[in-house]
């Protein structure tokens, strides 16, 4: 009867470590686009916790020492951050709200250099909000070279002297999309997917292991078929 042969141990060891980096990598990702996020949101509430705490340490003083930890200041700042954003869009809702921000965007345009900055800020996020006239949000493009295809969203749809349709698109770097890169692109050169702008971003921020149940455009032509043998 043949036994056999027992697996070497580097087939046994290879096979668990790849097994574990394809099980860490998905939370590993998700932890640094999280802190990234957190980091930001911290980083905007974080001097006006530090100056509250200070002036609590002045009257608490056996509290100093906790309230100059820097991780407290940071979870503090993180969830104060996301308060403030939560209240500021409670209030944009309503009609007082809205007349406030009016206010507040007629006297960002009277500032020099500054409005030029608020105003195209603005007007991107509201773009992101509603697809662009004659075609979809989420795109595919030729890049970074002819024959390679990357995730794209269009930005703005216009036309150039000639009447010729172009689109600004935006491609994401992997996995941080906070970096990219502005091409404009012809109309007819785009591919149109079915994408969310959700899924496309859980795509671009999973290093394309998270794909979006809607079938992939047919981006690319279909190979040729090998010639026929004469003979």
Known sequence: MNIPAP??????????????????????????????????????????????????????????????????ITVISFVATLLILYLIGLVANRVIGQRLFAAFDAMMERIPLVHSIYGGTKKLMALLQNKPNGTQRVVLIDFPSAGLKSIGFVTRVFEDAGGRQLASVYVPTTPNPTGGYLEIVPVEHLVATDWSVDQAMAFVLSVGAVAPDAAFPSAFPAAAPPPRDPA
Do not use: K, M, N
């Open 7 to 72: 697996r070497p141990r580097s087939l046994h060891l290879q096979r668990y470590l790849i097994t574990g980096i394809l099980t860490v990598v998905p939370l590993w990702i998700t932890f640094i686009v999280f802190r990234f996020i957190a980091s930001l949101l911290a980083q905007f509430g974080a001097p006006l916790i530090g100056a509250v705490f200070s002036w609590l340490s002045a009257f608490f003083p056996g509290l100093r020492g906790l309230l100059e930890e820097a991780w407290l």
